[in-house]
């Protein structure tokens, strides 16, 4: 069984920054990707960000420039850092992991910008 654990999610003012970090466990396969996911109240969740265990990573649009995922593959965690947040970013952020034939999420943590 795989867990993913999320933390760091919060509140911020616009122009702000958060960190938010996943944590990996279980049966996790050694060639993967991790990646955040979001989903704004309305809308359908979207791609936010991924890394490969490779490094290779893919980044939404709207994110290019403010926002950077990392991992540790030792560890089994992923990070976003999220830089410049506007208000347009809240949203209830889900990690995500791809392995061959399944993929599994966790539970969300909320990230909420104020003006």
């Known amino acids: 069984q795989v867990q993913l654990v999320e933390s760091g999610g919060g509140l911020v003012q616009a122009g702000g920054s958060l960190r938010l970090s996943c944590a990996a466990s279980?049966?996790?396969?050694?060639?993967?990707?991790m990646g955040w996911y979001r989903q704004a109240p309305g809308k359908q969740r979207e791609l936010v960000a991924r890394?490969?265990?490779?490094?290779?990573?893919n980044y939404a649009d709207s994110v290019k420039g403010r926002f950077t995922i990392s991992r540790d593959n030792a560890k089994n965690t992923v990070l976003l850092q999220m830089n410049s947040l506007r208000l347009e970013d809240t949203a209830v952020y889900y990690c995500h992991l791809e392995i061959p034939l399944r993929d599994y999420w966790g539970k969300g943590t909320l990230v909420t910008v104020s003006s």
């Open positions: 890394i490969s265990t490779a490094g290779i990573t």
């Open positions: 279980g049966s996790i396969f050694s060639i993967n990707v």
